[in-house]
């Protein structure tokens, strides 16, 4: 009988998923990012709004926003073995039907990827048929609203907004956490597009053998409530992680999965895992959200997520 942790990683082989042999993955590395085949390198840096070579017109897009879990620096695992779930993601579907184009960018939050003006390019791309993903949280929460980073959202997820003046002079209102997700939202299904919501990845912290659960009461909790008031459907990213981490083990994780220095950012192979998450999260949404339909022979193995770990849309 296999154990639970062969499982897991006989699930991502059964993926086609270049990981490296099990026995190296019992041990690992002190060296930060493990060996695993990436994904071919897509044009370095893309300004968001811009599409990356090999786009074809005519094919529906699955668009994807967020932050650096999503798409880290050049996305080239430049950034210290660095990688965002959102590499790994094409790998899944059939790119003869469909474009993705991973649009997150490192270091924004779900204000400032609005207020510096990424969105507005990346909503100018989006055309009827086409599906968007948003995923922020990991930078909502730190700093001050009015600091000169800018990017700190109000806590929560009501219609509660702020006045302040920046550092540089500027003024903004700053709305809540809930309030931009609602607004993306809001902003695709306005052109004709299909938005999923997903939650912010877990953050490497252990406590007695298994991952400490995190912002059931914050960002997981109002990403959730803002995707049901908008009508977009709701993946719960972060638990459907944290599952297949607590069958991996603290042990394995940590320098393999994660980096040793970083508990927010994964390596190549923990990309992949989470990447595979995400396709257990649109195949639990199945057959209510199309986007499914576009899957590729290569998410055949993969199971769908638990219901309670998904939320459809209207």
Known sequence: MKSPRFGIFATLLGASLVIGPLAALAQPPP??????????????FPVPGNKHAGFKDGLPTFWIIGDSTAK??????????????????DRYFDLSRMNVENQALGGTSSR???????????????QPGDFLMIQFGANDGGGKIDDQRA??????????AQHVKLPNGKEEDVHTYGWYIRKYIQDAQAKGATAIVCSLIPRDDWRDGKIIPAQDDSYVLWAGQAAQQAGAAYINMNHIINDQLNVIGEKITKGTLYRT??????????????????????????????????????????????????????
């Open 112 to 126: 400032d990827f609005i207020t510096r003006g990424h969105w507005e390019h990346v909503l100018a791309q989006i």
């Open 261 to 314: 220095d970083d508990h927010t950012h994964t390596t190549l192979l923990g990309a992949q895992l989470n990447a595979l998450c995400v396709i257990k999260g649109i195949k639990g949404l199945a057959p209510g959200l199309k986007l499914a339909t576009f899957l590729s022979v290569t998410a055949e193995p993969v199971d769908p997520a638990p219901a309670a770990n998904v939320v459809a849309g209207k």
């Open 31 to 44: 060296a930060a990012a493990p060996a695993a085949a990436a994904r071919p390198a897509q044009n370095p």
């Open 72 to 89: 880290n620096g050049r996305d080239d695992g430049s950034e210290g073995g660095r990688w965002g779930w959102g590499h790994e993601i």
């Open 151 to 160: 990017r700190k959202s109000i806590d929560g997820n009501t219609d509660e």
